[in-house]
Each structure stands twice: as C-alpha cells, then as structure tokens.
C-alpha cells in the first residue's frame, strides 16, 4: 500500500508560476505544491494540512496515462518522471513515465528512441517494450525490464564491467552521458545494465540546450567519450576495491 503522500519530483522553480514547486502523490492523484521562499520547505508529513504559504494544484493527466497510473504503483522519482511497477505481472513491468512538461516528453521520446537502437544491437542496456504509450502530447510512458541495483559496498566489484559495457557503448558511438552508481543496475542473471539515458547522445552530435551544463563544466560542445570517462573515473576513485 502507497503511502498517504509520495514525493514525485525534486523541488524546482515553476518559471510559469514564478515560484518554488515540488509533484506529490496522495490518493492516487497527482499534485503541484507551489510556494514562494527558496529558504523554506513544505512538511510533507503534515499532508492534507496546508501552511498557509502553501498552494495545492491538481494535475490532470490525460486518460491514457490515468490508466497506467492507476494499473501501477510507485517505485522512484526523477527530476523529469517517475518510476512505477505494473500490479499485474508483464512481461516488461517497470514503467518509467514522463511528467507533464514538454521537456519531460521530450527527454523520455528521446530515451526511449536511443534504448531501442541500443537493444536492437545487443548493447547492455536495459531492455525496453517496443510499443511505448502516446497521448495527444506525444509519448509519454515505455515499459522495461525489472532490474535490482546494485549494492554501493559490491560497486568496485563491477567496475571492470562498467567499463567493458562503455566500451561497447563507444564501440557503437553512444555516449552515456551520465553514468554514475545509480545508473548502473543488475538483470536476472547479475549482468550489467546502463538506465537512465536521457543524457545520452550520438559521439560527435553537438549539444543541445539541455547538455549545456556539460558544456559549461568542461568546455565540450559535442557528445564525446571523454564525458563518460571523467565520470567513470570519479566512481573508480570512489568505490576501488583498494579502498
């Protein structure tokens, strides 16, 4: 049984609104709390009961993501979707759907496109429904594979596999874009998989507005290995098994 409130996003800034928000969950529906102080925070565990600073907006979803929301549970949360699982078994039961920003649609249309290509090249990532769910907005949902992450104490041993996969990743002029320990999980037979490539792009494509903060951080203008390859070191530091 769900909790009485979910948390369903970071806290960010609502431009539109022009103040803090932050999605939740209560009762199977979907909600932006909205208020203005960066130096001030919501209680989510005095929810239904509001501070006085505080507005509660109700999201509407659209019917066909209101049927896979109400088919499912939640699992996890991102800045721009959340994670759940089907309450029926299926064959691909992990749903991982879209807010309901363009970006957001953009980004999971985008994730979904370039985990296809991958699957079909046998490349470790995470496998992937071919039929992803569209509203009137476009794509909004895909199905995958149920994966376990692994423990942050067994993450050196899987580093040479981390990097293995990379490397057939590069082979195949994909560039990761975001590996980290979170990123990486395990499949049934304690494979290796790559998530989460929202951040991913062709080797060599030019960057868009939203990989500007890679840009920013080290003067890439374009998707190249050496973005995966700082990171890769930075979790080698982190978790060697000489440690």
Partial sequence: MEKSVLQLSPTFWDSEAACYAMRIGSSGHEFLMMWKTSKWQPDLSAFPTLDERVTLKEVTHSPEKEAVWKQSCFRSFGSHGVVRENTEPAPFPVIKLAHDTP??????????????EMSSQSLPVVKVDKQPLEDQQGIFEYSMEKLVAIEPAKIGSYIADIETGLSQLHHHGIVHGDISPSNVMLNSMRQIRFIDLSHAGKLHQPLDDFHRHLAEFRGWNSFEIAIDLVKLADIKKTFSTHN
């Fill in 103 to 116: 970006v957001s649609k953009r980004l999971i249309s985008k994730e979904f496109e370039i985990l296809s």
